[in-house]
T-cell receptor, first 115, second 113 residues
């Protein structure tokens, strides 16, 4: 069965500190991998995606993620967190079948940023 | 360039009623997917439309139905509403045959009383 696990429901990070959000997936074949961010009352904004190639991908807002096939992980990182990064973060996987991207999402990690 | 637009933004219904939610895809996109996001959960895939036909469906009952129009816009219909249908309904669009990821709208917040 296809599934995504985000083990941390909440994470609190001090402003300026580094951040790592964990994501593990279970998928029958090599998947496409995504990180989305959701601010309160809004839809999902794509931060970054991994399709193939370099396993370290760069996204918007200074985020990056590393794909580790052996660990079935796709962790999101940011070297220095800003207060505006406080939001809900979702990891998602989809099949390598362009145009039919049924996404399976994790339950999300809520990021709180302390002064 | 308009992104994915959804209407209405908020809706309140009572049990047993039916509801129609609307979505206009991002310009240049032809495939529309619908997701249900319950409070505190990640989005769950409902179904996907391409060329005015349902192409994939998630684990949702037949009370959930949809439609896609020739201009690629889409509707989500839910009949016999239950309290458990209260959720944020998200529409996402993409271009079939490309590696473009799905772009999401801001959603419709549906509350069932």
């Amino acid at each position: 069965a296809q599934s995504v696990t985000q083990p941390d429901i909440h994470i609190t990070v001090s402003e300026g500190a580094s951040l790592e959000l964990r994501c593990n997936y279970s998928f029958g074949a090599s998947p496409y991998l995504f990180w989305y961010v959701q601010s309160p009352g809004q839809g999902l904004q794509l931060l970054l995606k991994y399709f193939s190639g370099d396993t370290l991908v760069q996204g918007i807002k200074g985020f990056e993620a590393e794909f580790k096939r052996s660990q079935s992980s796709f962790n999101l990182r940011k070297p220095s967190v800003h207060w505006s990064d406080a939001a809900e973060y979702f990891c998602a996987v989809g099949p390598m079948n362009t145009g039919f991207q049924k996404l399976v999402f994790g339950t999300g990690t809520r990021l709180l940023v302390s002064p | 360039d308009a992104g994915v637009t959804q209407s209405p933004t908020h809706l309140i219904k009572t049990r047993g009623q039916q509801v129609t939610l609307r979505c206009s895809p991002k310009s240049g996109h032809d495939t529309v997917s619908w997701y249900q996001q319950a409070l505190g959960q990640g989005p769950q895939f409902i179904f996907q439309y391409y060329e005015e036909e349902e192409r994939q469906r998630g684990n949702f009952p037949d009370r959930f139905s949809g439609h896609q129009f020739p201009n690629y816009s889409s509707e989500l219909n839910v009949n016999a509403l239950l309290l458990g249908d209260s959720a944020l309904y998200l529409c996402a669009s993409t271009k079939r045959g490309t590696d473009q990821p799905q772009h999401f709208g801001d959603g419709t917040r549906l509350s069932i009383l």
